[in-house]
């Protein structure tokens, strides 16, 4: 897309309604050249001055090069290091502060007893840390029992009191250590970006583009939403808000201003560019892709595809470990770290002796988590490595995360569809926890969420060349199409 010159008809239309100078919201489908349409805005009026907050710091190194001078790339970290974070620099250059001296500094000193459950000044520790987390991700300006996190095993009403009484100061305590330049807690660069944002700044700037504003943190929301005295530009695709579970916002669904497309995708043809439009015809979106007329796409079986793009961390780690028996030099995206560290967990619960695994201390024995994910609905994710675990045992999964390779020499690329948002293959895979959800007890079909068909929209889309749908293809009964 870098080469081309001539704006498409929707790209010059959006340049148009940039120079009256009115708040925008774009919608940018998967692959429609939204980085190269907002650096046509910034080339467009050379004499204002404007910023560009990236979602990573790998995408505003690359704007950098290519923005022109009037723009200033960067990140909310960036600007909120430049700020404030200088003052607290000392701070981030320390090591890490073991939970039992961060148990000391809040003078936790009493084990706290949550229902039938003991929790330990260190488990507290964790909870507390967790809740400083929220808030600094929340536009909330302060701490309140809205930041106490449902954990597996302490997540009954009465629990949930019981924690909001007694970690809610605690939670307020450690946050007023943040704020001093001598606190002793552990600082991380989300502190500074919190405390900036409830300074309320105001950027020397004309006008502010917020790149895939459909999965926004709240608190960097609310810092461009503030910004009143430029224009604010809101990118991205609404139809790929997946990570609402993590926290984020969709801050284009509230935002006034007016609405524009993009919707010629440069990154496959018209065939992907079909099976894009089902989901969104799912979701009752007004976005339709256009495939880009030069690549001829396909949608079809792959016997040896560059990626597997799967549901649940649980299916990915399946797919690795079909791969390694067949001596395939295979990566998971984000590593596999976390995995083995819940199959560690699992080792402690079964010999008794309970662990520090953040989703799992509650527990005293493995029996209570198994007992636990099948009882719970929403832990599905869990359930599948639980699952995983029992079949193939603890040692198995983390001799696999062990084998597996860096994702520039590998010859397979597995993904949950989460974390390959923003990436590109140029053949897809769809893994087969990907299928029709299950019928209802009366055998009718189940409703898909809005979320599943977000994520399904999000995996079809990932694929350049050829897309192997798999069980994806239940969408055409779906929407009373001809079966192919």
């Given at each position: 897309m870098?080469?081309?010159?001539?704006?498409t008809?929707e790209?010059?239309?959006?340049?148009?309604?940039?120079?009256?100078g009115?708040?925008l919201v774009?919608?940018?489908?998967?692959g429609t050249?939204k980085?190269?349409?907002l650096?046509?805005?910034?080339t467009?009026?050379?004499?204002?001055k404007?910023?560009?907050?990236?979602?990573?710091r790998a995408?505003?190194?690359d704007?950098k090069v290519d923005?022109?001078?009037?723009?200033?790339?960067s990140t909310?970290?960036?600007?909120a290091?430049?700020?404030?974070?200088?003052?607290?620099?000392?701070r981030?250059?320390r090591?890490?502060?073991?939970?039992?001296?961060?148990a000391r500094?809040?003078r936790?000193n009493?084990?706290?007893?949550?229902?039938?459950k003991?929790l330990s000044p260190?488990?507290?520790?964790y909870l507390v840390?967790e809740?400083v987390k929220?808030?600094?991700n929340?536009?909330a300006t302060?701490?309140?029992g809205?930041q106490?996190p449902r954990?597996?095993g302490l997540?009954?009403?009465?629990?949930m009191?019981?924690?909001?009484?007694?970690?809610?100061p605690?939670a307020?305590?450690?946050w007023?250590?943040?704020?001093?330049r001598?606190?002793r807690?552990?600082?991380?660069?989300?502190?500074?970006?919190?405390i900036?944002?409830?300074?309320k700044?105001r950027l020397p700037?004309?006008?502010v583009?917020?790149?895939?504003a459909?999965?926004?943190?709240?608190?960097?929301?609310?810092?461009?939403?503030?910004?009143d005295h430029?224009?604010?530009?809101?990118?991205?695709?609404?139809?790929?808000a997946?990570?609402?579970?993590?926290g984020?916002?969709?801050?284009?669904?509230n935002?006034?201003?007016?609405?524009?497309q993009?919707?010629q995708?440069?990154?496959?043809?018209?065939a992907?560019a079909?099976?894009a439009?089902?989901w969104?015809?799912f979701?009752?979106?007004d976005?339709?892709?256009?495939?880009?007329?030069?690549?001829?796409?396909?949608?079809?079986?792959i016997d040896?595809?560059?990626?597997i793009?799967c549901?649940?961390?649980a299916?990915?780690?399946?797919?690795?470990?079909?791969?390694l028996r067949?001596n395939?030099r295979?990566a998971?995206?984000?590593?596999g770290?976390?995995?083995?560290?819940?199959?560690?967990?699992?080792?402690?619960?079964?010999a008794?002796?309970?662990c520090?695994?953040p989703?799992l201390?509650a527990?005293?024995?493995w029996?209570?988590?198994?007992?636990?994910?099948e009882?719970?609905?929403?832990?599905?994710?869990?359930?599948g490595?639980?699952?995983l675990i029992d079949?193939?045992?603890?040692?198995?999964?983390?001799?696999a995360v062990?084998?597996?390779?860096?994702?520039?020499?590998?010859a397979?690329?597995?993904?949950?569809?989460h974390?390959?948002?923003?990436?590109?293959?140029n053949?897809?895979?769809?893994?087969s926890?990907f299928g029709?959800?299950?019928?209802?007890?009366d055998?009718?079909?189940?409703?898909v969420?809005?979320?599943e068909?977000?994520?399904s929209?999000v995996?079809v889309?990932?694929?350049?060349?050829?897309?192997?749908r798999?069980?994806?293809?239940?969408?055409?009964e779906?929407?009373?199409l001809?079966?192919?």
């Amino acid at each position: 897309m870098s080469a081309r010159r001539t704006p498409t008809p929707e790209q010059a239309e959006i340049v148009a309604s940039y120079r009256t100078g009115q708040d925008l919201v774009i919608e940018a489908g998967a692959g429609t050249g939204k980085t190269t349409t907002l650096k046509m805005l910034a080339t467009a009026t050379p004499g204002r001055k404007g910023t560009y907050i990236a979602y990573n710091r790998a995408i505003a190194d690359d704007a950098k090069v290519d923005f022109p001078s009037n723009v200033l790339c960067s990140t909310a970290h960036g600007l909120a290091m430049r700020a404030v974070g200088r003052q607290y620099r000392h701070r981030l250059d320390r090591g890490r502060v073991p939970a039992r001296a961060a148990a000391r500094i809040l003078r936790i000193n009493e084990p706290l007893a949550v229902g039938d459950k003991i929790l330990s000044p260190t488990q507290q520790v964790y909870l507390v840390n967790e809740m400083v987390k929220k808030f600094c991700n929340s536009n909330a300006t302060e701490i309140t029992g809205k930041q106490v996190p449902r954990k597996p095993g302490l997540d009954s009403d009465g629990d949930m009191r019981v924690l909001q009484a007694a970690l809610v100061p605690l939670a307020r305590r450690a946050w007023e250590d943040l704020t001093r330049r001598d606190g002793r807690l552990r600082f991380e660069h989300r502190h500074y970006l919190k405390i900036w944002e409830l300074s309320k700044p105001r950027l020397p700037v004309d006008y502010v583009l917020l790149d895939e504003a459909q999965d926004a943190n709240p608190v960097i929301a609310s810092i461009v939403e503030s910004q009143d005295h430029a224009q604010r530009i809101m990118v991205g695709d609404r139809n790929q808000a997946i990570y609402g579970w993590n926290g984020a916002i969709d801050a284009m669904a509230n935002f006034k201003g007016k609405r524009l497309q993009l919707s010629q995708s440069f990154r496959f043809g018209e065939a992907v560019a079909e099976e894009a439009n089902k989901w969104l015809t799912f979701l009752g979106a007004d976005l339709r892709l256009t495939g880009f007329e030069r690549i001829n796409s396909a949608v079809e079986p792959i016997d040896y595809p560059d990626a597997i793009l799967c549901r649940t961390n649980a299916q990915a780690l399946t797919q690795a470990m079909a791969a390694l028996r067949q001596n395939i030099r295979v990566a998971l995206v984000g590593g596999g770290a976390r995995l083995s560290k819940l199959a560690e967990a699992a080792t402690s619960l079964k010999a008794g002796i309970g662990c520090d695994h953040p989703e799992l201390f509650a527990f005293t024995s493995w029996g209570q988590v198994q007992d636990y994910v099948e009882q719970d609905p929403d832990a599905e994710d869990l359930a599948g490595m639980v699952k995983l675990i029992d079949e193939v045992g603890a040692e198995k999964v983390i001799e696999a995360v062990d084998q597996l390779t860096d994702e520039r020499y590998a010859a397979l690329i597995i993904s949950t569809a989460h974390k390959a948002k923003g990436r590109e293959w140029n053949s897809v895979q769809i893994a087969s926890d990907f299928g029709e959800p299950k019928p209802n007890k009366d055998g009718s079909p189940s409703n898909v969420s809005d979320e599943e068909a977000m994520l399904s929209y999000v995996a079809v889309t990932r694929a350049k060349l050829t897309l192997d749908r798999g069980p994806l293809e239940y969408i055409d009964e779906r929407l009373g199409l001809a079966v192919r």
